[in-house]
């Protein structure tokens, strides 16, 4: 009977070890526990919109990016950039221009973007944002080599609810355009393992038991 208990806990972890890589996630993920939020903003590409290296002064890049609501409401969002790193002397001086599909709504400096007007967006509808990046032509030789990054933040405002999302910029050379980051199946894949080596020890340690009780128990007589 006590065999059968210990194999039944063995089991048990290996299987905790197989299914937690896909329970997890789930489990902490915002979005899967609250898949019809109202509020829902999303942004493609989501993980960068720049990365741009060998720009030299006069060179420019436009970027498209998709502005999506997946929510069950109407909002308005806004956004905001953050430097992220780098050289902040050239995030200083890049110019960024931001146009609609029938309007211009921002021509300046990148530092100095604080957002623009609200713009609203109807449930599962979508919208065409396009970013210019112009490197200024007066810029001189002590500008060549560096690198900046930054981070483009969508926000979205309802009745009573928010939702936010981001897309990341590079300008230069080398480095990451994304903050690093432990991503959440990382974690649970070390939980698995966690799982399987304990699950390893429980059973070499019974199999340990087992065999002194054989040898206290002596040879069977016949």
Known sequence: M?????KKFIYVITFLAVISPVVLPAMSDPAAAAPNAEIDINVNPEEYLFNITNMKPGDWAPRTIQVQNEGTKAFK???TVQNNGGSE????E????VKGADSDLYDGKLAKFDGF???????SSEEDLTFFIRFPEHLGNEFQGLETNF???FQAEGNVDHDQAASAGKVGDGGSPLPNTATDMFTCMLIGIAFVVTGGIVYFLYRIRQNNRKSLAGPDIQ
């Open 2 to 6: 006590e065999g059968n208990g210990m």
């Open 77 to 79: 969002y806004v956004a």
């Open 89 to 92: 002397k050239l995030f200083d």
């Open 94 to 97: 890049l110019w960024l221009e």
């Open 117 to 123: 007007l609200p713009r609203n967006l109807s449930p």
């Open 151 to 153: 981070i483009l933040t």
